[in-house]
């Protein structure tokens, strides 16, 4: 067990948090504990102002029998991707990378609401 811990704390920072999030969210979903139809963002919530959604959006993945090994081969483009990244092009420089996740992120969260939003215009 040690040595999982160990592996894990050698992740780097963000890298680390973005690959928990996204292992601990989906698996909380699939056993129960979350609700998944809270987890992603749909015209309603956001009319209702649900604004998790666009964050537990990001991390949760529907883990079933047909979908459980692409959740795995996600997962690791993302823990190799996002390391690599951290370690190379963004290496001492957290805020940096930090900057192009949110900028990526909010730029998919304003274009999937205007898609939900403005589909029927």
Sequence with gaps: MSEIKAWFMSIPVITRY????SLAIPV???FGLLNPY????TKDALW?????????GTFYYP???GT???YLINLYFLYQYSKNLETSEFQ?????YLFMLI????????SICRILFFEYL
């Design 18 to 21: 973005w690959f928990g999030l």
């Design 28 to 30: 909380l979903g699939r």
């Design 38 to 41: 809270h987890m992603f963002m």
């Design 63 to 65: 883990i079933g029998p």
């Design 103 to 110: 900028f990526n992120w909010s730029a998919l969260v304003v």
């Design 48 to 56: 209702h102002l649900e604004l998790w959604r666009p964050f537990t």
């Design 68 to 70: 459980g090994f692409h």
């Design 92 to 96: 001492g420089k957290p805020a940096d």
